[in-house]
């Protein structure tokens, strides 16, 4: 199967002339887009570093593109380095479908309530064990079972045209929440279950208690922030124009 | 070679159980995206066409959606009724390109000048005879050439994040002739021509001295418009979200 990270690693193999393997700071699973993944590799290579992201868009594929990048310290991990991570998704909510959205927006034609939609998210904000919205429980790297605890700190819902703009943020997220919990959510704006419905399924803490899976073509991966400050923060093109200039 | 013309006609060939034939308002070559296209056709089949939009969207691909429908007068043609024709055409202009916005943009790292970009369009703007601007000359319905002269009302250009959006109208534009002044325009937004050889180039008539043809990924046929005020415009979503709603 074709991945990001596999297109990612056949081109910086070759800049470099080495087998690389990237590590990257957030999941996304097929389907899934991504304006602001940020990944790690290390590499004994000799190369301008300056023009790498000059020379990685110009070997990469038209739907995989560097922003930016830049030398990092020998122990720095994308993945374990992060402090959060913000996901968006985006709903078109109207009967009828776009064709130039179908990949980039789940089209959900029932009216959604953006007022019930905001109770609903408002029930998971906070620190919970998230295991009724999770897909596989994690492991830790001996393969025991890990913390299924996570802390949302941000589910904002915000209305743009005939969009719905849902915006998570949380120190990390387990497999499949981000559309576990848009698919549960969604179903309270379509008033087929109350908000306080949320917290009942967070306490059961069982996958069964959870809406549908939301679709992943409605999915970004829109930003991740490391403990020094920096943010690769950036608006999906659908929700927005993107941003002016990103050197 | 799969087409929307071709992908609607047979769903509609289906729906009413006779072969069905479309005629669209306005030219959308390979890789052009359409948000406003009017299509109008012909039947005797007994349908509830009130709910035509909903049966044709069921049955259409996902790239490929209706917006509205509705019936008109016997002689009504979507293409000879038009009196106004919208296109808009968005440029990614920075140095790196988007993943995102590979097939709905067209990708210029070079910077733009706005006020040169201004300065060329103004040269355009009005009645000119606009063979310099035209792929294929048109030729009426008896195979005899046909005029050359357009008039275009409109050639705006703006500046959203780093989204460059024109919007071009015109009664009726030639093949290829939005592609070629816009990246006729583009030059002289590089600053490679003045703005006032613009005028020169319609002046000598011959499609040689005109820029190249801007790529068909970045061009939206966005509206048209009736002579009973009717206008089927909506915002391509890379350039802002879809209008609320289409009802």
Redesign the interface.
Known sequence: MRTVAGVLEEALSRLFGEPIKVTGAGRTDSGV?A?GQVVSLATTASFAFERL??AL?ALLP???????SCAVDAGFSARFGARARTYIYAI?N???????????AWHVPHPLNPSALRAAAEQVLGEHDFRAFCGSLPVNSAGEPASTVRTLSRFDIEQ????LRLELVADGFLHRMVRMLVGTVTEVGRERRRPAEISAILARAERAAAGPVAPGAGLYLAGVRYADGYDSFAE????????????
Chains 1, 2 share one sequence.
């Open positions: 887009h304006t992201t000059l868009n038209d739907d995989c593109s560097i922003r930016e078109l109207r009967p009828q479908p776009s064709a130039l959205l179908c990949r980039y743009r045209g005939s969009l999906p093109p659908a929700l927005g124009p993107p941003t002016p200039n990103l050197d």
